[in-house]
């Protein structure tokens, strides 16, 4: 590890503060231009990216919901005809899941948690960059699809076989199974990464019971991708292969099973709900004990309940499958699973009532969106309880109720805590504060909305309205609670209006934020804002679960790290004892190179499968450029 | 140092591409207009045109209604409405005469021998209004929109070269290779082409 050279290289415990900035910035920072900024690696510069991408595809992925809200405002209207709406509603929903919601929270863990543990860098952060520049591909591959009128109308989950060759004509739903393999490759990609940085690159001192929660949220949540993502890898490639190259995984007639494409699809896709909601449960638990203005209570209760959602998020996928005629143990079993995830559901929501309980609460807008978390997700997880009844389930399967019950659980247990996160960590990723006025005028106006908007979609599925059609007859009694549903989606519209009007507001002359505004006790609050390229000038050590709040004047570091190269501390697992200096890649172009043939690749082979034949040799090459060694200081040990 | 400047920097990278991914998407939509729509059900008008044939005395041969072409021909390049067809081909017990296409009680339809007329508008017409022994009329049971499309599917099983536009394999046991590898060709290589028989109808 410390190895005697003759010339030894320059280390950062000899160097005063000015001077070790000055070292640090010429190893860590990307230098301007358009090539290099595309070679970045640094995990914040990527996060950003990620971060504004998949806001465009949530504005992109809301104004379809508008477009649907506008056909159904009344009956037999002829806004959109059938085939249209059919791919907006496709549109939206893999919009929403697979380019917005899951890429999102994956972008806030890569920009927080490297800050959060206080290392420098993600680990392998050359993957990183081509996670982002993945998904940046299969976001435009389905929406290049939908401007040219072949957009996959299968709905989100593409049940065979009506994605299947016999009745998925022309090539939308081979569109819709690569834009998955994009999805997927880079959410595989990044939760790697995140479990790496989390084992072993934490500060010296953070054992595993002082990781702030937000990094173990981050980290439950990456299993869940790694043991979920190969269902829906196989489940994509297996429909592709079935469509392109004539197998029969899917087909009954040549022994198939049109039913397994619902049990791997959903193996994945209740999992990916927990992928979504971990990330802000952890969003909630930081929010919450900031505004608190105390320590998180139960932080173990919390922590076990996360596992135990990950654990148990596995375990009732065939909650989606109750109509399907399975055997009755197995329903029932299901349903019992489905019900018992409301246990650790049910911990978090306690433990953050008796945070703010037992706090001095400050209701700034962060902590209003956690409350408003708080009041639609309970009534999202109650529905949720309901149609874990597999009688009620069969009842109002595929009707508004569902409807209402997943936008209650999603955009209640995601949106509202990613958007309290947004007006929380904004001011350290920009280094401007947020308006408050404008955020309660965002959150009330969103609140409002939402509630008006989904709440009558229960009643509207138990009169019976069915989701998914494009248009409904006068005489059905859903015309009046249709328009009204419509007009408040137009609230919901105007609320995301403020805050969108607000974040360019901010980004542009909002007020300076200074390093810590909101007197928060995680790490990342202990390095400026916007952060250097570094991340912190030394590397802290950390005693406590709240290090800030511990020692709000000065923190303990570690020195002993090279300066000349970038270099960072690799830890131990429980108890992050420092190990070992290990070296973190320097920026480099062909991340971006792979990704682009990875693409054509990809792309190609919904054309033809020699595509991937071919397509390989530029994977391989630019893979090659990749890993081939460049002879800097990074790849000497 | 110049905060502003590097701030205005920030917003303007993201705004750049923003706008570049727009302008993307923009271009692929004008050519989406471009582009022939999936329709599920005709409008009425279009419908009654398209069902206006123009046969050959006799009813051998003939010319689609003017409107097809302005349609641009459809029924026999969307992939869309091919599929249709086939799925139309079991739905209408087709296959019950027909068989797979290799004919049975009825007359083949992949052996290069069109009784009467390969062109898809005296296709249409033998569905529509039948055809004597035993080809009965379908007009009163099928929309004039799942005539063409049968037509234009019947027309791709006896089809002499590969089309781009093909109607995808369905969840069934196969019998024979796919529309779009040419069927007709392949199955000429194994056998001599059927000879006209007298008593399949009147002779070319």
Same mark, same amino acid.
């Given at each position: 590890m410390t190895e005697d050279r003759k010339q030894s290289p320059l280390m950062d415990d000899r160097l005063d503060d000015a001077e070790l900035e000055r070292h640090l910035l010429q190893s860590w920072q990307t230098p301007g231009g358009i090539w290099k900024a595309l070679a970045t690696v640094d995990h914040k510069t990527i996060a950003r990216r990620y971060i504004v991408t998949a806001f465009v595809f949530l504005i992109l992925g809301g104004l379809l919901a508008v477009a649907m809200r506008i056909?159904?405002?009344?009956?037999?209207? *002829? %806004?959109?005809?059938?085939?249209?709406?059919?791919?907006?509603?496709?549109?939206?929903? !893999?919009?929403?899941?697979?380019?917005?919601?899951? $890429?999102?929270?994956?972008?806030?863990? %890569?920009?927080? @948690?490297?800050?959060?543990?206080?290392? *420098?860098?993600?680990? &392998?952060?050359? =993957?990183?960059?081509?996670?982002?520049?993945?998904?940046?591909a299969?976001?435009? =591959?389905?929406?290049? !699809?939908?401007?040219?009128?072949?957009?996959?109308?299968?709905?989100?989950?593409?049940?065979?076989?009506?994605?299947?060759?016999?009745?998925? /004509?022309?090539?939308?739903?081979?569109?819709?199974?690569?834009?998955?393999?994009?999805?997927?490759?880079?959410?595989?990609?990044?939760?790697?990464?995140?479990? @790496?940085?989390?084992?072993?690159?934490?500060? $010296?001192?953070?054992?595993?019971d002082r990781i702030p929660l937000l990094v173990w949220s981050m980290l439950v949540m990456a299993f869940i991708v790694i043991m979920a993502m190969p269902a829906i890898m196989f489940a994509s490639s297996t429909l592709i292969l079935d469509r392109?190259?004539?197998?029969?995984?899917?087909?009954?007639? +040549?022994?198939?099973?049109?039913? =397994?494409?619902?049990h791997v699809f959903w193996f994945f896709g209740h999992p990916e709900v927990y992928i979504i909601f971990l990330p802000a449960a952890g969003m909630v638990s930081t929010i919450v004990a900031t505004f608190s203005r105390r320590a998180i209570f139960g932080y173990l209760p919390l922590v076990m309940a996360f596992i135990a959602t990950g654990i148990l998020a596995f375990g009732l996928w065939v909650h989606h499958m109750f109509v399907v005629g399975l055997p009755r143990l197995g329903e029932s079993f299901f349903t019992a699973s489905s019900m018992a995830i409301a246990v650790p559901a049910g911990i978090q929501v306690f433990c953050w009532l008796a945070t703010l309980w037992l706090g001095r609460p400050v209701f700034?807008?962060? =902590?209003? &969106?956690?409350?408003? &978390?708080?009041?639609?997700? @309970?009534?999202?997880?109650?529905?949720?309880?309901?149609?874990?009844? @597999?009688?009620?389930?069969?009842?109002?399967?595929?009707?508004?109720?569902v409807v209402a019950h997943f936008h209650y659980v999603l955009v209640g247990g995601a949106v509202f805590p990613l958007l309290g996160a947004i007006y929380y960590w904004f001011p350290k990723m920009t280094g401007r504060m947020m308006s408050e006025r404008l955020g309660r005028w965002a959150f009330g106006l969103i609140f409002l909305g939402f509630n008006l908007t989904f709440f009558p979609m229960h009643i509207l599925g138990l009169l019976g309205m069915p989701r998914r059609v494009y248009t409904y007859q006068p005489d059905l009694p859903w015309g009046g609670l249709n328009l009204f549903i419509s007009l408040s989606a137009l609230l919901l519209v105007s609320g995301f209006l403020v805050f969108f009007i607000d974040v360019l507001r901010a980004w542009r002359s909002g007020l300076p934020a200074g390093p810590n505004p909101w007197k928060a006790a995680t790490l990342e609050w202990a390095t400026s804002s916007p952060p250097p390229a570094y991340n912190f000038r030394r590397i802290p050590v950390v005693d406590a679960c709240d290090p800030l709040w511990m020692h709000p004047e000065e923190l303990a570091v570690t020195a002993g790290l090279r300066v000349d190269?970038?270099?960072?501390?690799? /830890?131990?697992?429980?108890? +992050?004892?420092?190990? +070992?200096? #290990? !070296? !973190?890649? *320097?920026?480099?172009?062909? $991340?971006?190179?792979?990704?682009?043939?990875?693409s054509i690749m990809l792309i190609g082979s919904i054309f033809t499968p020699w595509a991937v034949v071919w397509g390989a040799i530029p994977v391989a090459v630019t893979l090659i450029g990749w890993f081939w060694p460049k002879g800097t200081a990074e790849d000497a040990s | 140092m110049m905060p502003g400047k590097v701030l205005n920097s920030n917003v303007a990278q993201p705004l750049v591409t923003i706008l570049f991914f727009l302008l993307l998407v923009g271009l692929a939509a004008l050519i989406g207009l471009a582009r022939q729509p999936r329709q599920y059900r005709t409008d009425p008008p279009v419908a009654a045109a398209l069902n206006q044939l123009r046969l050959m005395p006799g009813g051998i041969g003939g010319a689609p209604p003017e409107i097809y &072409?302005?349609?641009?021909? $459809?029924? #026999?390049?969307?992939?869309?409405?091919?599929?249709q067809g086939k799925r139309l081909y079991s739905w209408f017990g087709c296959a019950s005469c027909h068989g797979d296409g290799r004919g049975g009680a009825g007359p083949s339809l992949l052996d290069g021998w069109w009784l009467y007329g390969p062109s898809v508008v005296a296709i249409a017409a033998s569905i529509r209004d039948g055809r004597p022994r035993g080809m009965p009329a379908f007009g009163s049971r099928m929309t004039t929109d799942q005539i063409w499309q049968l037509a234009g599917y019947v027309k791709t099983i006896g089809a002499y070269s590969a089309s781009l536009a093909a109607p995808s394999r369905n969840d069934d046991k196969h019998t024979r290779p796919a529309e779009n590898r040419a069927p007709a060709a392949i199955l000429f290589n194994e056998a001599p082409p059927v000879p006209p028989r007298s008593d399949q109808g009147p002779s070319p």
């Open positions: 056909q159904l405002a009344q009956p037999e209207a *002829r %806004i959109l005809d059938p085939d249209r709406y059919n791919q907006i509603f496709t549109m939206h929903g !893999s919009t929403m899941m697979f380019l917005f919601a899951v $890429p999102v929270m994956e972008a806030m863990a %890569i920009y927080l @948690v490297p800050l959060m543990v206080g290392t *420098r860098n993600i680990a &392998f952060p050359r =993957l990183n960059a081509f996670s982002y520049w993945i998904i940046l299969g976001g435009l =591959l389905l929406w290049i !699809s939908f401007a040219l009128d072949a957009a996959p109308d299968v709905g989100w989950f593409a049940y065979v076989p009506l994605s299947g060759p016999e009745y998925g /004509s022309g090539k939308r739903a081979d569109i819709w199974a690569q834009m998955i393999t994009f999805t997927e490759l880079s959410a595989l990609a990044v939760a790697v990464e995140i479990v @790496v940085t989390v084992f072993k690159q934490r500060a $010296p001192g953070m054992s595993l392109l190259v004539e197998t029969q995984f899917y087909n009954p007639a +040549a022994g198939g099973d049109a039913l =397994l494409w619902q700034a807008t962060p =902590l209003l &969106f956690v409350i408003g &978390f708080i009041v639609t997700f @309970v009534i999202g997880g109650l529905t949720g309880v309901m149609v874990a009844s @597999v009688p009620f389930d069969t009842q109002v399967h595929d009707t508004y109720f190269r970038r270099e960072l501390i690799v /830890s131990s697992v429980v108890e +992050a004892l420092p190990e +070992a200096r #290990e !070296s !973190s890649p *320097r920026d480099s172009i062909w $991340p971006f190179w792979a990704a682009i043939a990875t | &072409f302005a349609l641009d021909r $459809p029924y #026999e390049t969307s992939a869309y409405d091919l599929s």
